[in-house]
């Protein structure tokens, strides 16, 4: 896959939405959607962390940022519907929409898994990303050129054990992709695609991998090619397709 270096105004003009956006690879990509001309929603849990990367938007001189604070654990079709409304009263459309946020659980086997932790992992990593495309796939078609990002990984690609819950989501939204990709192939103005990052110096993986040395791996400043390429209009055409981030990265 060639190297991509986004246009400066790539983003212009666009509205995309983040959830996990309080930290890691969604704060980086707030930032970086922010920096090429997009207004950035920030969907989170703790309202704190949102505040600061609005600030840090701000401070920037990027456009405001909007913020909803909703704990994905808990939301209810409802909620997500009427975030999807505040967003088409502030701003009318939405041209993005990358699904971040993940809760990793643990890594058991799949006998010895706390069914409440199962059901929270599926919950956060499937169920809500599932409720919020729902919520927003209306708005989505006021775009001429609308993109779904869903987050995946390697666990969610190939089984692996003691991955539990975690790598059964990751397959659960490759489906959920391919299948919201194929439903709307027929209107043009929507794509869905997911994209692996890989291994990268985040909080999540550090907690996954307590023994590895985080200098080793790449920022999530780093990978955001790969996201400027998917919720940009460089990847119109592209549907129902799996990307590994590393392949957008300067090696």
């Given at each position: 896959?060639?190297?991509?270096?986004p246009?400066?105004?790539?983003?212009?003009?666009?509205?995309?939405?983040?959830?996990?956006?309080?930290?890691?690879?969604?704060?980086?990509?707030?930032l970086?959607?922010?920096?090429?001309?997009?207004?950035?929603?920030?969907?989170?849990?703790?309202?704190?962390?949102?505040?600061?990367?609005?600030?840090?938007?701000?401070?920037?001189g990027?456009?405001?940022?909007?913020?909803?604070?909703?704990?994905?654990?808990?939301?209810?079709?409802a909620?997500?519907?009427?975030?999807?409304q505040?967003?088409?009263?502030?701003?009318?459309?939405?041209?993005?929409l990358?699904?971040?946020?993940?809760?990793?659980?643990?890594?058991?086997?799949v006998?010895?898994?706390?069914p409440?932790?199962?059901?929270?992992?599926?919950?956060?990593?499937?169920?809500?990303?599932?409720?919020?495309?729902?919520?927003?796939?209306?708005?989505?078609?006021?775009?001429?050129?609308?993109?779904?990002?869903?987050?995946?990984?390697?666990?969610?690609?190939?089984?692996?054990?003691?991955?539990?819950?975690?790598?059964?989501?990751?397959?659960?939204?490759?489906?959920?992709?391919?299948?919201?990709?194929?439903?709307?192939?027929?209107?043009?103005?929507?794509?869905?695609?997911?994209?692996?990052?890989?291994?990268?110096?985040?909080?999540l993986?550090?907690?996954?991998?307590?023994?590895?040395?985080?200098?080793?791996?790449?920022?999530?400043?780093?990978?955001?090619?790969?996201?400027?390429?998917?919720?940009?209009?460089?990847?119109?055409?592209?549907?129902?397709?799996?990307?590994?981030?590393?392949?957008y990265?300067q090696?």
């Amino acid at each position: 896959m060639p190297l991509y270096s986004p246009a400066a105004n790539l983003l212009a003009a666009r509205t995309i939405l983040i959830t996990g956006a309080g930290d890691g690879i969604g704060r980086a990509a707030a930032l970086s959607f922010a920096a090429h001309g997009a207004s950035v929603i920030l969907l989170g849990r703790t309202a704190t962390k949102l505040e600061k990367v609005y600030d840090e938007i701000e401070r920037r001189g990027f456009k405001r940022p909007a913020i909803l604070s909703i704990d994905l654990a808990l939301a209810t079709p409802a909620q997500f519907d009427q975030a999807a409304q505040t967003i088409g009263q502030e701003f009318g459309v939405l041209d993005g929409l990358l699904h971040n946020a993940a809760e990793t659980g643990t890594l058991t086997p799949v006998e010895l898994y706390r069914p409440d932790m199962w059901q929270r992992v599926l919950q956060v990593n499937l169920n809500a990303a599932w409720m919020l495309t729902r919520a927003c796939l209306p708005l989505m078609r006021k775009s001429a050129d609308a993109s779904i990002v869903f987050t995946t990984s390697d666990a969610g690609r190939k089984g692996r054990a003691y991955w539990g819950a975690y790598g059964v989501s990751g397959f659960a939204l490759e489906g959920l992709m391919q299948t919201v990709a194929d439903e709307i192939a027929v209107e043009g103005r929507i794509r869905a695609n997911s994209l692996n990052p890989g291994a990268v110096r985040t909080a999540l993986r550090a907690r996954l991998y307590p023994g590895e040395d985080p200098q080793t791996l790449p920022t999530p400043e780093a990978i955001m090619p790969a996201y400027l390429f998917l919720l940009g209009s460089d990847s119109r055409g592209l549907n129902g397709q799996r990307f590994n981030a590393g392949d957008y990265m300067q090696k």
